[in-house]
């Protein structure tokens, strides 16, 4: 049956590039990216986020060293990166938190990553390079940013045009990781 659309294309192609070329985002592309994120599915719709744009050169370059630092190697390519994204945890609706406390389950930070994927994969369908970084120093972040202290900077996404080559995914087997009718393995 034929599909659709090639979306499986778009996730093979999207990949966390750590290179990029000196050259500026568009603003168009940027917006798509933006409004693929704003799409996105939440728990009770309650699309807990905001997206920072950074990209006034200074500022960008403050945030990107909050990205590396310290004993790791990390993130120093974050530097190269034209523009960065910064997505901030808002408080959800009262039904969201209510269903967090009684499920016992982060939904909120599902939706991030969920939003935040969806601005990475259009991202890759622009031919723009992405890569979220969780690794990073919060309170400095918010600091440079003028974010309120009771909310938290969850995700940095890098944006711009890679410079780097294509790689080969690393992921677990499917048969290590999709099981049919029961959590226990077929002998
Ligand atoms: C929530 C989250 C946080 C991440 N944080 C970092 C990070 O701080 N630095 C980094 O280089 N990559 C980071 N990554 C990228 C992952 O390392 C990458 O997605 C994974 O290795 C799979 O590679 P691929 O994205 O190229 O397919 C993060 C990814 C996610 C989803």
């Not at 917006?31 to 006034?56: K, Y």
């Not at 031919?127 to 003028?146: D, H, Q, R, Y």
């Not at 900077?153 to 087997?173: D, E, N, S, V």
């Amino acid at each position: 049956m034929e599909q659709k659309y090639d979306f499986l294309r778009l996730a093979e192609e999207r990949q966390s590039d750590r290179k990029y070329h000196d050259k500026q985002v568009e603003k168009e592309k940027l917006l798509r990216c933006l409004e693929a994120a704003r799409l996105a599915p939440s728990a009770c719709n309650a699309q807990p986020w905001t997206f920072i744009v950074v990209n006034d050169k200074e500022l960008k370059d403050a945030v990107a060293r909050e990205t590396s630092g310290g004993v790791l190697p990390l993130n120093h390519f974050t530097r190269q990166a034209p523009l960065l994204v910064v997505v901030v945890l808002e408080k959800p609706n009262i039904t969201c938190r209510f269903g967090e406390i009684v499920k016992d389950k982060k939904f909120t930070i599902m939706d991030l990553g969920i939003s935040a994927s969806h601005f990475c994969l259009q991202a890759a369908s622009e031919g723009l390079g992405s890569c979220m970084i969780g690794w990073f120093n919060e309170n400095k972040v918010k600091e440079l940013l003028n974010i309120p202290k009771d909310k938290r900077p969850m995700l940095i996404i890098t944006l711009g045009y890679p410079a780097g080559k294509k790689r080969k995914k690393i992921r677990k087997k499917p048969d290590d990781v999709i099981r049919y009718n029961s959590y226990k393995q077929q002998q």
